[in-house]
T-cell receptor, first 118, second 113 residues
Framework: GAVVSQHPSWVICKSGTSVKIECRSLDFQATTMFWYRQFPKQSLMLMAT?????????EQGVEKDKFLINHASLTLSTLTVTSAHPEDSSFYIC??????????????FGPGTRLTVL | DAKTTQPPSMDCAEGRAANLPCNHS???????VYWYRQIHSQGPQYIIHGLKNNETNEMASLIITEDRKSSTLILPHATLRDTAVYYCIVRAGGSGNTGKLIFGQGTTLQVKP
């Protein structure tokens, strides 16, 4: 089946530093990837839609200059949390739509990246 | 996309069927019902989706009422590994859909031995 990976699976960083998270579709091409954030005991919150070769579309309230998204190829999207602060500590999850699949088809989710900002 | 309402939590005995309800009374004609689940500290996993007919796959069955205002996800023989948060999501289909999935609070299913 379709597999999406994320790297790293967890990261601890100091306040003020930037952290890059990678999302890869391993066995399919994804024209669209999505980034979610999940705080403890809460549901997933969609942050942005990432389209290959174009600018990401951010959900209302998500700062595009803080959460930089790059979708440079059909198998890779990256999320960079710039100048991270403790309140950015969260579980970041990506998902990908298979380019070749039906438009009704399911999205495939990565395993998530746990970010802790000290 | 239409909103959904799910009970916050449910228990189920191991080996028994788990029936998870979802209300989506404002669903429109081109919107599909999707079910995902999230096991603790993992990414969500697709389970099943449907438009108006009942659907079944190797994981579960999806029963959609005739008026499409509610649905039920059925796990026929729940195991301890089915303990997870189950999300019912309504989303438009068709080639023009954005693909965005908006997650509600879901139902926490606890399967007990």
């Amino acid at each position: 089946g379709a597999v999406v990976s994320q790297h790293p699976s967890w990261v601890i960083c100091k306040s003020g530093t930037s952290v890059k998270i990678e999302c890869r579709s391993l066995d399919f091409q994804a024209t669209t990837m999505f980034w979610y954030r999940q705080f403890p005991k809460q549901s997933l919150m969609l942050m942005a839609t990432s389209n290959e070769g174009s600018k990401a579309t951010y959900e209302q309230g998500v700062e595009k200059d803080k959460f930089l998204i790059n979708h440079a190829s059909l198998t890779l999207s990256t999320l960079t949390v710039t100048s991270a602060h403790p309140e950015d500590s969260s579980f970041y999850i990506c998902s990908a739509r298979d380019r070749a699949a039906s438009s009704y088809n399911e999205q495939f989710f990565g395993p998530g990246t746990r970010l802790t900002v000290l | 996309d239409a909103k959904t309402t799910q009970p916050p939590s449910m228990d189920c005995a191991e080996g028994r069927a788990a029936n998870l309800p979802c209300n989506h009374s404002t669903i429109s004609g081109n919107e599909y019902v999707y079910w995902y689940r999230q096991i603790h500290s993992q990414g969500p996993q697709y389970i099943i989706h449907g438009l108006k007919n009942n659907e079944t796959n190797e994981m579960a069955s999806l029963i959609i009422t005739e008026d499409r205002k509610s649905s039920t996800l059925i796990l026929p023989h729940a195991t301890l590994r089915d303990t997870a948060v189950y999300y019912c999501i309504v989303r438009a289909g068709g080639s023009g859909n954005t693909g965005k999935l908006i997650f509600g609070q879901g139902t926490t299913l606890q399967v007990k031995p």
